[in-house]
């Protein structure tokens, strides 16, 4: 599957951005997707992922009530919602996917791991100024 980002910018704090990533090549509810993100000198980290056939969601708990993920599997397209932007979300944001299809397995445990995801896309730069 191909994937590419986009809707990136620059915002103030407490404004929003949406960022959508197309997904091309294979059928997009097979995946289980996520978003993630790097800032400069920092490891790449889990902001969310859904389940595409089911709806089923998970959030880092830095993000939890400010962003929020969704995919249309008309479109073939994920999104994330991010609201109430603060300075420390500044980062290179990339979406992934898993083609598992599961978000969620059994004891709580979901993919969460840059390394669970065999897909990425290029990376969106949202800038959130102080």
């Known amino acids: 599957v191909q994937l590419q980002a986009s809707g990136g910018g620059l915002v103030q704090a407490g404004g929003s951005l949406r960022l959508s990533c197309a997904a091309s090549?294979?059928?997009?509810?097979?995946?289980?997707m996520g978003w993630f993100r790097q800032a400069p000198g920092k490891e790449r980290d889990f902001v969310a992922g859904?389940?595409?056939?089911?709806?089923?969601?998970a959030y880092a708990d830095s993000v939890k009530g400010r962003f929020t993920i969704s995919s249309d599997n008309v479109k073939d397209t994920l999104y994330l919602q991010m609201n109430s932007l603060k300075p420390e979300d500044t980062a290179v944001y990339y979406c992934?996917?898993?083609?598992?299809?599961?978000?969620?397995?059994?004891?709580?445990?979901?993919?969460?791991?840059?390394?669970?995801?065999?897909?990425w896309g290029q990376g969106t730069q949202v800038t959130v100024s102080s």
């Open positions: 859904i389940t595409t056939s089911g709806g089923s969601t």
């Open positions: 090549g294979r059928t997009f509810s097979d995946y289980a």
């Open positions: 992934a996917a898993n083609p598992r299809g599961r978000l969620w397995y059994s004891g709580g445990y979901y993919l969460k791991s840059p390394d669970e995801y065999d897909y």
